[in-house]
């Protein structure tokens, strides 16, 4: 396998079982399939009260009064909370520009709004409770894209606008985001230029240009947003939770509440899925408010409709392209402008915006970009991360054009995108070298290599299995009017958090003998929302510590902030920390084994020591101690930061900087078959080529892509946020209409996992989780395009776009 | 109201059911049987999937009133209910399912907290372990049990047959990659052992 070296420190050498690199098993397995992993809906405390939530009916409106008192008046009701019962001055939160209100003040900015919250005995009784209480609204024009955004008589969806950011805010370095904005309706903008394109453009044989719609796409994770809130005897209040950065909503929710961040004490409860929707709070504010005001623990769970409202979504976008080519296949340029939709509050917009725009023209040499990226404020749904985070949206129309194009110059598509594909080595159009291996033409030759499924395979001696067929059990053809089409994309993700944000993560590692054996205790803050980092983190322990006995302490704000599991960077920052912590301690290990044992044996001063099976080893494999001598009576524990290597904030008019951490590439190959009478699709097979730098779980690496590149199945030919352009109200929140891939809509996934070490990186591992997301959707597109001869702009595709009747 | 039934072949009595709640919801706010989930609450997602009388229903469709007298499985029996039917002669034959008579006829043992023992697993829950068809883990319990009541009836199901079962349940971590070979692994097992 070729690697561009060896990173520094694979491991310590241990060979312990079950450490990295291995496909061990999840340590939460067991209570997941028995039904006693406890999920926050799952909480449950004597005596403890129900939460519901009021929200906003219409999109954009004054509130011209609330009136609670026949709600208080139902039996069974603790208490019924507006804007005005809350406890400080501090009535806003949000991740990077504190915009959204804990309840509505005097105006609501999106259906679906929080304007009042009540807590009851019974679930029931404080759905019934909200039901009565009576908001009267004055409607307002509701803003619902760019035009209407920007008009010169434009309603501000915020008056005031001043984005005083935190300390932690992490697109702009600092820089109030108002200040550069063109319009007070935009919450953020990024140019990113590079070259000449005009004069680029003259030396282009071939220009192709394209408009490109987005579609508003959910997380849809099933664990519902919930949680329990329990007051405390000091004032303080205890929180459990399913998030995605424990320490994020402990900054947000604490100032809300007047108490100082000691006194609100945050458990990670079971997290059923997360995918971006969780960066945001949800219930966390409302619980606790209804707790420290009622006396009682309180529990809010959201059911699917409202989840569809109490969660952030992708941003949909309009993208504009132009790129050209030579007639040689080489491009000459690109050109483009990516709209994206924030919704009414900024959510994680700004940082969504610089992944747009400096991703925007994908994994490809163009020495000569001009691009711009922006998000508005409209009175639609908030929209912020999701899985891909503005790459996405990229990704599905940048490919459109590579297929475009290729067909201008005449050569295969495939072959095109790797005449054109980026290398260890390209500059960035933000001008950040790629330092690390971009393999971007063998992903694309590997994916192409993978056999291709046969064709017609719901042909057998009994007739057609419809069940293979476009339509399956629905029965609405044998074959007829079913046509095929192969699609590929490949496309490019950053991982970790960019633009100059300090991310770090902290591990508490503690190693001791229990029971007659060696232990280590694995503490940190870090959301295991499914990913599979417990697991990862246990592995690191074992192969750094050669212990066997691995205990992954629950995570909780009693240890340092590990940051968000977002942007595939767990197993690379919080991964990156107990790695560094198990160093650490390593070391202190060592230390004690030299002041008890080094007397007896010379080698304690001279060689390399290793710890391996639960003993100190030399490097040439001579046992020193046994670890449970060395630690007797003593216990080893050390709590550490770590960083990876900084970055920087792009130039906010020309986009230029070293932006990004690291970056991750993935490429698909997506067979379809139409029925092109009816305007179904089936996908029948989606392959996936993907570079991960170092496998730590092979499963996991494997279910992370697998489950990546369904998401990005779904909003090719399914998921959309229907919002109503005339009053921006949703009008499918639920499962039965939007649709979410079921194991009948979802084909085979082939994965060719390839491995080339960063250095940077620890282990040489890449973020893995995001890759797959972005190139799915374009390649399902492309095999559409391939198999029906349609020009298809816009995603998810539906049937109407396929007959030509929409 | 007053509700008596049978979960995991244990008589149990819930008080002061309102009218209006579901099974999903006494299972879990009433009984402390969480494990059934509750991801959208509208028979979309097949989380919530138990047995009622044998049969796989969404239980937040079911009203509460409606089990009256009848017998419940839920994901948190799964283990004992499987290892039974192992012990009363399966379902060798393949097309068995179970009858009313036998899913009023066994009991679940528990798990003795002390000594873990009854904390087996049943082939499929395993399965899923193995075969990395757990993340996150929300949709698990009704794929569980599910998946085992498609392979009590059909012991060597093709991959058609294990989407067409489990198509009224939805993951959003796996791509079901995972869940097939889970599946095809319990089914392959459970062919080694009979």
């Keep these: 396998m070729p690697t561009n070296g060896a990173p520094t420190k694979i491991t310590q050498g241990s060979q312990t079982k079950g450490g990295i ?46 009136d609670t008192s026949e709600a208080l008046a139902l039996p069974g009701v603790y208490a019924v909370m507006t804007y005005d019962d809350l406890p400080t001055d501090v009535k806003n939160y949000g991740l ?212 569809f409202f109490g969660h952030v979504h992708r941003h949909p976008a309009k993208l504009s ?83 475009k194009l290729a067909k201008e110059v005449g050569i295969d ?31 694309l030759r590997r994916v192409k290599a993978m056999p291709l499924p046969p064709e017609r395979q719901w042909e057998s001696s009994e007739g057609a299995d419809v069940r293979q067929l476009p339509g399956g059990l629905s029965n609405t053809t044998h074959g007829e009017g079913v046509v095929r089409g192969v699609g590929y994309a490949v496309g490019i993700k950053n991982v970790g958090f960019s633009e100059g944000f300090d991310d ?47 205990t992954i302490h629950p995570a909780d704000t009693q240890v340092g902030s590990a940051g968000s599991t977002s942007a595939s960077r767990q197993t690379y920052v919080t991964g990156g920390a107990v790695k560094n912590s198990c160093e650490l301690v390593r070391e202190k290990v060592l230390e004690i084994g030299r002041r008890k044992f080094g007397s007896y044996h010379p080698a304690w001063a001279t060689a390399e020591l290793l710890l391996e099976g639960g003993k100190v080893v030399t490097d040439g494999g001579e046992v020193l101690a046994d670890l449970v001598d060395v630690l007797e ?66 499963l996991s690496v494997v279910g992370q892509i697998q489950g990546g590149t369904t998401q990005g199945l779904g909003v090719a030919v399914m998921e959309e946020i229907v919002v109503d ?32 070490a960063d250095d940077h990186a620890p282990y040489g591992l890449r973020g893995v989780g995001e890759a797959p997301t972005l190139s799915s959707t374009p390649a399902v597109l492309a095999a559409i395009r391939n198999a029906t001869g349609l020009e298809l702009n816009r995603t998810p595709v539906r049937p109407e776009h396929l007959t030509g009747t929409a | 109201m007053r509700v008596n039934f049978t979960v995991n072949g244990r008589p149990q009595e819930a008080d002061d059911v309102w009218e209006g709640e579901s099974l999903l919801y006494v299972l879990r706010e009433r009984l402390g049987l969480p494990g059934s989930k509750n991801a959208c609450e509208q028979g979309e997602c097949g989380s919530c999937t138990v047995r009622l009388d044998g049969v796989p229903v969404c239980s937040c469709l079911v009203a509460a009133g409606q089990v009256e007298g009848r017998e419940v499985v839920t994901v948190e029996g799964l283990a004992d209910f499987a290892k039974q039917r192992a012990e009363h002669g399966g379902c060798a034959s393949g097309a068995c399912g179970t009858s009313l008579q036998d899913a009023q006829q066994w009991a679940a043992r528990g798990t003795d907290s002390q000594t873990g023992e009854g904390g087996e697993l049943s082939p499929v829950q395993q399965a899923f372990i193995d075969a990395g068809a757990v993340q996150c883990g929300f949709c698990t319990p009704g794929l569980l049990v599910a998946a085992d009541e498609m392979l009590e009836r059909n012991p060597n199901p093709t991959d058609a047959d294990i989407r067409e079962a489990l198509s009224g349940n939805l993951c959003r971590c796996t791509g079901y990659e995972t869940i097939m070979d889970a599946v095809r692994l319990a089914a392959a097992r459970q062919g080694e052992a009979v």
């Design chain 1, 504 to 550: 770090y993560s902290t591990a508490r590692v503690r190693m001791e003998v229990v029971g007659g054996e060696p232990v280590a205790t694995v503490h940190t803050a870090m959301a295991e929302v499914g990913q599979g980092g417990v697991t990862v983190h246990a592995q690191i322990a074992r192969t750094e510590l050669g212990v066997t006995q691995v």
């Design chain 1, 96 to 307: 990077e520009i504190q915009d959204t209100p804990v309840l509505a003040h005097g105006k609501v900015r999106h259906h679906g709004e929080p304007v009042a919250i009540v807590a009851a005995d019974h679930p029931e009784t404080a759905r019934r409770a909200a039901a009565k209480i009576k908001v009267e609204y004055r409607e307002l024009p509701v803003i619902t894209d760019e035009a209407s955004a920007t008009a010169p008589d434009a309603i501000l969806v915020h008056e005031g606008r001043d984005d005083l950011p935190q300390s932690q805010l992490r697109s702009t370095g600092g820089t109030p985001i108002s200040g550069h904005v063109p319009h007070p309706n935009i919450v953020h903008r990024q140019p990113i230029i590079r070259g000449d394109v005009a004069s680029a453009a003259e030396r282009a044989d071939f220009v192709v240009k394209g408009e490109y719609t987005f579609g508003m796409q959910d997380q849809a994770f099933l664990g519902p947003e919930s949680g329990l809130a329990v007051p405390d005897e000091d004032g303080g209040v205890q929180l459990y939770v399913a998030t995605q950065w424990l320490h994020s909503d402990l900054r947000q929710i604490a100032p809300v509440l007047g108490l100082p961040e000691r006194k609100v004490r945050m458990t990670l409860s079971g997290v059923g899925g997360a995918f971006g929707g969780r960066e945001d709070l949800s219930m966390q504010i409302h619980a606790c408010l209804l707790a420290l005001r009622t006396g009682k623990p309180v529990k809010i769970v959201y059911n699917r409709f409202e989840s």
């Design chain 1, 413 to 443: 598509p495939v072959e095109f995108r790797q005449l054109n594909a980026m290398e260890q080595g390209t500059v960035m159009p933000t001008g950040q070298p790629v330092d690390s291996p971009a393999p971007v033409a063998e992903l």
């Design chain 1, 633 to 698: 009576g003593e216990a080893v524990e050390v709590e550490a930061e770590w960083r990876h290597r900084p970055t920087e904030a792009f130039d906010l008019r020309t986009g230029q900087g070293f932006g990004h951490v690291q970056y991750s590439f993935a490429a698909h190959r997506a067979v379809v078959e139409v029925d092109t009478e009816l305007g179904l699709v089936k996908v029948i097979e989606l392959a996936c080529a993907q570079d991960v730098g170092k496998a730590l779980n092979p």
């Design chain 1, 725 to 756: 352009p005339k009053t921006a109200k949703v009008r499918n929140p639920s499962f039965t209409d939007y649709l979410i891939p079921t194991i009948l809509d979802t084909p085979t996934i082939p994965v060719d996992v390839l491995e080339l």
């Design chain 1, 21 to 66: 690199g291995e496909s061990t098993l999840r340590p939460d397995g067991t209570l997941k399939v028995t039904g006693e992993f406890a999920y926050s809906s799952d909480m449950w405390h004597e005596d403890m009260l129900w939460g519901q939530i009021l929200r906003s009916t219409v999109a954009h409106a004054e509130i011209v009064s609330i």
């Design chain 1, 321 to 403: 392209y132009e790129h050209g080519a030579t007639k040689d296949g080489k491009l000459t340029h690109v050109k483009c402008r990516i709209v994206l939709d924030g919704g009414a509050y900024a959510s994680a917009s700004p940082a969504v915006v610089g992944n747009a725009a400096s991703l925007g023209v994908g994994p490809y040499v163009v020495d000569d970009v001009e691009v711009e990226a922006l998000a508005l404020y409209t009175n639609n749904p908030p929209c912020g991360a999701m899985r891909g985070f503005g790459a996405v949206q990229a990704c599905f129309a940048y490919e459109a054009q590579m297929d």
